[in-house]
């Protein structure tokens, strides 16, 4: 058992006379919008208990519409949201014993999940004038933040949903005065924090173990989330410092 293993979610059971397909058509259906799932992470996925596929006689997986919708929440939400799987866990089994509520953002107190909501996310291969018109920004501005390192296309030059929100939160930034010089400090301190946890995650991701990728890319979702909320915390203090509170 891995030793990211939480206590595995209720998942509802299939209803009476559900298709089923194979894992290389639940690949097929998710590969449009992620692609780079694979076989090994739907393993992974189904060894940490958050997805129960039936099984044949002969052992072979067997997967409903619901078991790909699932699939697709839990793909979601840590591309958009970079959640650990025990947040996402914890909003599966919301989702199983019929509560909808939302997780909320700890830093703007607004929901980022919506665990009714299981439809496709947005297209995340854009041009750069896709992301400006999604952030609503002006093209200069756009071609700024990746000369700054902020935002970076794939090597086909395409972006991501991500990078729209970058450039959303840049944007907001800004009208509090802050220019890409600053940005630019914040993008230095944020790859100092990404190499820390990298010298963590580099370690599990090159041990030659069987599904190591995966775990190393969910240690890096749950150090990524404590990284972050000892930021704020010491953010916050430094502040009443300054304020003399």
Not at 33 to 41: A, G, Q, R, W
Request: hydrophobic share 40%.
């Amino acid at each position: 058992m891995s030793a990211l293993r939480q206590t595995s979610p209720q998942q509802p059971a299939p209803r009476a006379g559900s298709k089923t397909m194979s894992i290389g058509v639940v690949l097929n259906r998710l590969r449009e919008e992620f692609p780079d799932v694979t076989v090994s992470k739907i393993r992974f996925l189904e060894s940490e208990g958050l997805i129960t596929p039936q099984r044949t006689a002969s052992g072979y997986r067997r997967f409903t519409d619901d078991d790909v919708d699932r699939l697709r929440y839990i793909l979601v939400t840590q591309r958009d949201n970079y959640l650990p799987l025990k947040v996402i866990r914890e909003q599966l089994e919301s989702m199983d014993s019929g509560q909808v509520t939302a997780l909320v953002s700890v830093s703007s107190g607004e929901p980022i999940v919506s665990p009714g909501t299981l439809r496709p996310s947005a297209a995340t291969r854009l041009s750069d004038l896709d992301v400006a018109d999604q952030a609503r920004a002006e093209v200069d501005t756009v071609d700024e933040l990746i000369k700054a390192g902020l935002i970076t296309p794939d090597p086909a030059g395409f972006f991501t949903s991500d990078d729209v929100r970058t450039v959303t939160t840049a944007l907001a930034l800004m009208e509090f005065g802050l220019d890409i010089r600053h940005l630019k400090t914040i993008r230095t301190g944020a790859a100092r924090q990404a190499a820390l946890v990298g010298q963590v995650t580099g370690p599990v991701a090159r041990s030659g173990k069987s599904g190591a990728p995966q775990q190393a890319e969910e240690l890096g979702r749950q150090l990524t989330a404590l990284v972050a909320s000892l930021h704020t915390s010491v953010m916050k203090a430094e502040l009443r410092g300054q304020l003399g509170q």
